[in-house]
């Protein structure tokens, strides 16, 4: 079974950057694709970030420009740098790895607060 485990969120001041990672323990078989996923207070779960197992990347429109998806397939993590902040970004922050299979691996998320 695929662990995934979020680390590197925090406090930050609006411009400011951080830069996420998300490991995973164990082997990720038949890797479709890994996903950035944040949930804010009283809103739904909004999808971020895409990367391929082939490095394609697709960006939510809100993070595109500021925001970079990227891995290490020799760590087993993934990452998510984080660049002029904003308030609004303010949310748990979780890791998400798709199977061919359809299946899904969710991490537990780590907490971004974007505030002054």
């Known amino acids: 079974q695929v662990q995934l485990v979020e680390s590197g969120g925090g406090l930050v001041q609006p411009g400011g950057s951080l830069r996420l990672s998300c490991a995973a323990s164990?082997?990720?078989?038949?890797?479709?694709?890994m996903d950035w996923f944040r949930q804010a207070p009283g809103k739904a779960r909004e999808w971020v970030a895409t990367?391929?197992?082939?490095?394609?990347?697709n960006y939510a429109d809100s993070v595109k420009g500021r925001f970079t998806i990227s891995r290490d397939s020799a760590k087993n993590t993934l990452y998510l740098q984080m660049n002029s902040l904003k308030p609004e970004d303010t949310a748990v922050y979780s890791c998400?790895?798709?199977?061919?299979?359809?299946?899904?691996?969710w991490g537990q998320g780590t907490q971004v607060t974007v505030s002054s």
């Open positions: 998400n790895v798709r199977y061919y299979t359809g299946a899904t691996t």
């Open positions: 164990g082997s990720i078989f038949s890797f479709y694709a």
């Open positions: 990367i391929t197992s082939g490095d394609s990347t």
